[in-house]
């Protein structure tokens, strides 16, 4: 079993930045990658970014590519979202999220098998 629990959420204006961190703790694997979710009222859970376990692969969805930053820490088993230039669209709970296999180009929600509780995260206009 994998605890995850996520911190850094919080309300931040537009063009602000927060620091998202994820802190896994339990089994450890051999092979594994993190993945950030997030859930807008309303609309579907959507991948954010995701990055392995040795930072190989790399995932950025392209609408905030530029702004978010995912980066990990194998050693501690944690990850990192720095999320910059923010925009009252980025609003939303986001969830931290550790899977086995990258067995797609974009990893799919399906191949995480761990989730967080979920931060929330607002951008006020």
């Known amino acids: 079993q994998v605890h995850l629990v996520e911190s850094g959420g919080g309300l931040v204006q537009t063009g602000g930045s927060l620091r998202l961190s994820c802190s896994a703790s339990g089994r450890t694997f051999s092979s594994y990658f993190m993945g950030w979710f997030r859930q807008a009222p309303g609309k579907e859970r959507e991948l954010v970014a995701a990055?392995?376990?040795?930072?190989?692969?790399?995932y950025v969805k392209d609408s905030v590519k530029g702004r978010f930053t995912i980066s990990s820490d194998d050693a501690k088993f944690t990850a990192h979202l720095q999320m910059n230039s923010l925009k009252p669209e980025d609003t939303a709970v986001y969830y931290c999220?550790?899977?086995?296999?990258?067995?797609?180009?974009?990893?799919?929600?399906?191949?995480?098998?761990?989730w967080g509780q979920g931060t929330q995260v607002t951008v006020s206009s």
């Open positions: 990055i392995s376990r040795t930072s190989d692969k790399i």
């Open positions: 999220a550790v899977g086995m296999i990258w067995s797609t180009l974009t990893p799919l929600e399906g191949d995480f098998g761990y």
